[in-house]
DNA sequence: GACGATAATGAGAAAGATTATCATTTGCAA
DNA sequence: TTGCAAATGATAATCTTTCTCATTATCGTC
């Protein structure tokens, strides 16, 4: 399933970088997360990671988003909805934070240097030093007026 | 326990007002929710609520916040941990944001106009109405130098 | 390349939060 | 006051995530 001597993907070698033992369901998992540019749940990691290696089980996907979050790989998610969703804590990808499509539940991603330096101004004035911010917003489509009939 | 001709609270009223049966359940709760004036889960909630009323079930106090969320008057809020978190939906009081503090898990709630706006345009932008913010920031203490030993 | 200590895995049980079920009770309009 | 639809209490079911423990695999060492 796995040419001998196919390189390991990027989140792979991150994985070994940590001084983290690289099992084969680890480095299936790996694969797989490097490969999707989506924000995934945990149920759908495993359907990937299937396709992929047949012999893994869901608990050990659990078991590695926990190692791989703790170990700054990867990022949790929470869009409601019950459960977490992952991406890879990508360091040229940078932080962004997530609009939602209210109607299709689409997450589309943004960045802003403003909004950035904003929440970190407000907490400072706080008296506080920003750990983590978690922010995601709901949208609708907005209507066009449609120029004539 | 309570008075006979005891004026109900504003919750209990605006429950009224949407046109919902108000039972005795559900007055308690309202009462409770009206003399709370931070974001306590169902648990906590329950616990009040018995305070006021030993014969009411959580099951209940699951269905209220739900119905009252449904329908405008409460707001469900999630700073992780697994469980929702409740505050009224006040009109007076305003939107307002959450500060948790790292270490010690207190929120501190907080306003800002100009993050107001700058999500709102954000959004608007991207071709989007802004339905709902949702939106945390965790942060440390700032340690202040100590001004001589 | 084999060995062994140690850590990881698979399968399923358990936990924790929330919702559903259903017999009984209650609010409220007539 | 009566009647009926809706709400409640107790508890089962559901859903996501973590835990348990016997088995298996990794990786440093020989
Ligand atoms: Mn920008
Ligand atoms: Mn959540
Ligand atoms: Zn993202
Ligand atoms: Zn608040």
Redesign the pocket.
């Known amino acids: 399933m796995k040419e001998p001597n196919s390189p390991d993907s990027p989140l792979a070698d991150l994985c070994r970088q940590r001084g983290?033992?690289?099992?084969?369901?680890?480095r299936t998992i790996a694969f797989v997360l490097s490969d999707s540019d989506d924000h995934p749940?945990?149920e759908e990691l495993y359907r990937r990671a299937v396709e992929v290696d047949p012999?893994?089980?869901i608990?050990?996907v659990?078991?590695?988003v926990?190692l791989f979050e703790e170990n700054g790989i990867l990022q949790r998610r929470d869009f409601g909805g019950?459960?977490?969703r992952y991406e890879v804590a990508d360091g040229d990808h940078g932080d962004h934070y997530h609009l939602i499509d209210a109607d299709t539940g689409k997450v589309i991603e943004f960045e802003n240097t403003e909004l950035d330096s904003l929440l970190e101004g407000i907490v400072r004035q706080m008296g506080y030093d920003l750990v983590t911010t978690r922010l995601s917003v709901v949208g609708r489509r907005t209507v066009k007026p449609r120029t004539r009939g």
Chains 1, 2 share one sequence.
Do not use: C, E, N, P
């Open positions: 983290l033992k690289l099992t084969g369901q680890r749940d945990v012999r893994i089980s608990a050990t659990y078991r590695t926990r019950g459960r977490a």
